[in-house]
């Protein structure tokens, strides 16, 4: 396949913002797509001629961000269950030359120093490399990631870096200096040579075939840096030396099971100097997987914002890498511009910081986002988070994935494509109730699991000796992501679990309905998802899981002040304990600790004290 001259030229400017081009924005936007558009084709034929089967495209970067027009296109070519890690063989055009070589592009994982070293571990292997797959050292050359000059024609070739002299040396100063440098090994074509060749990506598809070997050790799936060294020794290719047997630590194998998991976040959480039971780091886990959006509330002090920012890192999202953000609301936020973006007054788009964060999730869809939305309720929610909420109800199947209808068109952002809620995107939101804060819309409760964090435990140091940390890993997005949308989709496997479940709500609407509270088909089908989950993952008895779902979705529903609130609420303790509801009882700890659904039944308890104290009720404590 012939490379023609638009895939180079159209680097040929002199502002990279294409609204300043004297041409035009569109006819820049139309050159630059074109150009992208062909580069992909590229690396795809590329790819086939490499004959690496196991080697697949894991992401070309955008032509454009936010208006600023990109100074080159390149891809990164991964094993398919190692797209989240940070190696990768790379392919890259600019004005001038075309690349091909090994990366790593984790620049933003500052805290992944160990991984790092076994990247550039692969020096150790240049000579075995170099016979197995019989590499012309002349064709290669090797550079830093933090270019000694900006001239690829001052990369030294790979026989200057054998062969050890001064320019070679200055490179491994460099890396040695910092441990987040890294060393790159690759072929670069001239502009002319890549015009004038006939097939140009059969060269880059034999450039991929012979990275491949040096791909597999700097992935570490054989051999990981001795932990002893604290350099890598450039001078000697004796293994011994400096490696021993692979332990990845940072990727979860993919046979592990839920429970597993779930075991690997409450110590990770626990390692970081913080107390959470088990059950309430498996309530979170069912509850995002029920549905990507999840409230916790409660007092303030408690640890919500720390138990998400927790849960994210210990399966790899931070906000190092960019899969966790945290997003503060403010008072004065009351429509979706605040968060989404908006048009400015000459007609260009500025984006929200959710915008963005979806754009992002969108280019890795294999791997987990998550937003934390701190005190949400500042503002009113209905106002800022509408948009979200009704798309986030669109969600459908579509070719074995889940889409929604578009949350922004293209004509408004100018983008190349519709924004929808990518499926890989998980928004949590922390909740105070005081005087400061709005309440929530049963349209809010309707479409989340509210879970609460009053639990104190001030005299708990168990946990405190916990001294060492545990290592984050690294999860794709299955282990997370729902796979029922639909009371159909949970029926053909949990038909027995469906009806038990629904029969209770069935009997609990009865009561809801002295004041209008009944829950309708989609809180019905969201509690059957939990259960359902849960019971393939067999974390919960089945009225524990129950009683979380009540907690979580129905009792959020109910306030008020008049007699219709009291006779809903002994009902609903007559439904929880089985015994009647004895107003001005010292304690009700004999009818809770015998009861179907205690957690349920204590907050019953709760808000009927308050109701008689203060004359008004609610779930939300304040």
């Known amino acids: 396949m012939k490379i023609k001259d638009l895939s180079f030229d159209v680097f040929e400017r002199e502002y990279f913002i294409y609204r300043k081009s004297d041409s035009g924005a569109e006819q820049v936007k139309a050159e630059y797509t074109a150009a992208w558009s062909e580069w992909k084709k590229v690396v795809s034929q590329a ?32 094993y398919k269950h ?6 990768c063989i790379a392919a890259m055009i600019s004005k001038d030359n075309l690349k091909v070589y090994l990366e790593w592009h984790g620049y933003k994982h500052e805290h992944l120093i160990e991984e790092r070293k076994i990247h550039n571990s692969w020096v150790l292997f240049i000579d075995d490399w170099m016979k197995t797959n019989h590499i012309n050292p002349a064709e290669y050359r090797v550079w830093i990631n933090k270019d000694l000059d900006e001239s690829y024609r001052e990369y030294i070739t790979l026989d200057e870096f054998i062969s050890n002299n001064q320019k070679a040396d200055r490179l491994k100063e460099v890396l040695n200096e910092d441990p987040q440098n890294w060393i790159r090994v690759g072929r670069v074509f001239l502009k002319s040579e890549v015009l004038n060749h ?17 791909y597999q050790k700097a992935v570490g799936n054989d051999l990981i840096p001795n932990e002893a060294e604290s350099k890598i020794s450039y001078q000697s290719t004796s293994q011994e030396s400096v490696i021993k047997e692979s332990e990845d630590k940072s990727e979860l194998n993919k046979n592990n099971t839920p429970s597993e998991l779930i075991h690997h976040v409450y110590q990770y959480i626990e390692s970081k100097g913080f107390y959470y039971n088990k059950d309430e780091v498996i309530n979170l886990f069912l509850s995002l997987k029920t549905k990507p959006f999840v409230i916790l509330s409660g007092i303030s002090g408690t640890g919500k914002t720390k138990m998400v920012q927790w849960f994210a890192e210990s399966l790899g999202a931070t906000e190092e890498n960019g899969q966790f953000h945290l997003i503060p609301i403010r008072p004065d936020w009351n429509d979706g511009s605040d968060l989404l973006g908006y048009k400015d007054i000459k007609g260009d788009f500025v984006e929200g910081p959710l915008t963005r964060i979806i754009k992002k999730a969108n280019e890795s869809l294999h791997v987990p986002f998550f937003v934390l939305l701190d005190e949400m309720n500042l503002a009113r929610v209905e106002y800022y988070f509408s948009d979200i909420l009704s798309v986030m109800e669109s969600r459908k199947w579509k070719e074995n994935q889940i889409v929604t209808s578009n949350l922004l068109s293209k004509e408004i952002t100018g983008y190349e494509f519709d924004l929808k809620i990518p499926q890989n995107l998980y928004i949590i939101g922390t909740v105070n109730m005081d005087e400061t804060t709005h309440p929530f819309s049963k349209k809010v409760l309707d ?11 001030l005299m708990e140091f168990a946990f405190l000796k916990k001294t060492k940390e545990m290592p984050w890993i690294s999860i794709r997005n299955d282990m997370l992501a729902s796979k029922y949308l639909h009371l159909k989709d949970v029926y053909q496997n949990h038909s027995e679990l469906v009806f038990t479940a629904t029969s209770m709500l069935e009997n609990i609407n009865k009561s809801l309905q002295i004041m209008n509270a009944h829950v309708g088909y989609r809180v019905r089908d969201e509690i059957c998802f939990y259960l359902a989950y849960n019971e393939e993952y067999k974390f919960l008895e089945y009225k524990e899981a129950m009683d979380n779902c009540i907690l979580q979705k129905i009792l959020p529903r109910i306030s008020g002040s008049d007699t219709r609130v009291e006779q809903l609420l002994i009902e609903l303790y007559r439904i929880f304990t089985t015994q009647d509801y004895i107003e001005g009882l010292d304690s009700y700890e004999s009818d809770l600790e015998n009861a179907e659904y205690p957690n349920s039944a204590r907050k019953v308890v709760e808000m009927l004290r308050r109701l008689h104290n203060d004359s008004f009720t609610s779930f939300w404590i304040s």
């Open 47 to 78: 790819l086939l001629d490499s004959s690496c089967r196991q080697l697949d495209v894991e992401n070309t970067e955008n032509w454009q961000n936010s208006g600023n027009l990109s100074k080159r296109f390149w891809t990164r070519i991964k």
């Open 82 to 87: 190692l797209f989240e890690k940070p190696s």
């Open 198 to 214: 006939e097939d140009i990506t059969k060269e880059m598809g034999q450039t991929i075939a012979e990275l491949e070997w040096l």
């Open 447 to 457: 479409r989340a699991n509210t879970i609460e964090f009053n639990r104190v435990s």
